[in-house]
Nanobody, 114 residues
Framework: QVQLVESGGGLVQPGGSLRLSCAASGNIFSFYFMGWYRQAPGKQRELVAVITRAGSVNYGDSVKGRFTISRDNVKNTVSLQMNSLKPEDTAVYYC????????WGQGTQVTVSS
């Protein structure tokens, strides 16, 4: 059984920074893709960033140059450093893991507002 638990969300002013973390437990030996998606009210869930076990990364266009994804294969965590945050970044952020199946965290709220 796989569980993903996010942390680090909260309220931040425009231009500020937050760091999200996701701790994975269960059968994570074969985890290949780990990443973050987000969903704002009334919008579809969209890719924020994804990282392979070897460290290859891919970012959504709207966050390139501002967000950085990383993973620790010893601690079984994936993190998202978010800088220069904009109100448009306000959303629920979900941790995602894919092996032969897909798993989702419960989500953590990020609100960017003055």
């Amino acid at each position: 059984q796989v569980q993903l638990v996010e942390s680090g969300g909260g309220l931040v002013q425009p231009g500020g920074s937050l760091r999200l973390s996701c701790a994975a437990s269960g059968n994570i030996f074969s985890f290949y893709f780990m990443g973050w998606y987000r969903q704002a009210p009334g919008k579809q869930r969209e890719l924020v960033a994804v990282i392979t076990r070897a460290g290859s990364v891919n970012y959504g266009d709207s966050v390139k140059g501002r967000f950085t994804i990383s993973r620790d294969n010893v601690k079984n965590t994936v993190s998202l450093q978010m800088n220069s945050l904009k109100p448009e970044d306000t959303a629920v952020y979900y941790c995602h893991v894919r092996t032969t199946a897909e798993y989702w965290g419960q989500g953590t709220q990020v609100t960017v507002s003055s």
